[in-house]
Nanobody, 128 residues
Framework: VQLQASGGGLVQPGGSLRLSCAAS????????IGWFRQAPGKEREGVAC????????YYAESVKGRFTISRDNAKNTVYLQMNSLKPEDAAVYYC??????????????????????WGQGTLVTVSS
C-alpha cells in the first residue's frame, strides 16, 4: 500500500488549503485513515481521522469547526479541507492508514497504536 500526500503550501492566516491522500488500495472503506501533523519541536498530533467503513470521524479540539476530513472511494483519496488557518496549524502533515482496523476514529487519532502505512508528508506554512 502506498499513500501519496499532497496539497501543502504557503497560505496566509485565515486562508484555506485542501490536502489529498491518494491510496493505492482496492477498497478504501477497508482502511482506517487519518491525518497527523508534526511541527518543529512538538510531538506528532492526530488531527482528523476516519475509521474503517467510515463508521466514525474524529477531530482534534484545536481544528474542530475549521477542518473537514472526507473520502472519495471512487478516487481512493482522502481529503483534509482546512479553513481559517492559523499560524499554529503550520506543520508537516502526514496521512496514515491501517487495513481492517476495527476501532473508532478517536482511537486511531489519539493513541500510539501502530500505523501500518504512512504517506511522505506535505508541508503547510501559515504566515503573512
Amino acid at each position: 500500500v502506498q499513500l501519496q500526500a499532497s496539497g501543502g503550501g504557503l497560505v496566509q492566516p485565515g486562508g484555506s488549503l485542501r490536502l489529498s491522500c491518494a491510496a493505492s488500495v482496492f477498497d478504501l472503506d477497508d482502511y482506517a485513515i487519518g491525518w497527523f501533523r508534526q511541527a518543529p519541536g512538538k510531538e506528532r498530533e492526530g488531527v482528523a481521522c476516519i475509521s474503517t467503513a467510515a463508521g466514525s470521524i474524529y477531530y482534534a479540539e484545536s481544528v474542530k469547526g475549521r477542518f473537514t476530513i472526507s473520502r472519495d472511494n471512487a478516487k481512493n483519496t482522502v481529503y483534509l479541507q482546512m479553513n481559517s488557518l492559523k499560524p499554529e496549524d503550520a506543520a508537516v502533515y502526514y496521512c496514515a492508514a491501517n487495513h481492517l482496523l476495527y476501532a473508532t476514529a478517536h482511537y486511531y487519532c489519539t493513541t500510539d497504536a501502530p500505523r501500518q502505512y504512512w504517506g511522505q508528508g506535505t508541508l503547510v506554512t501559515v504566515s503573512s
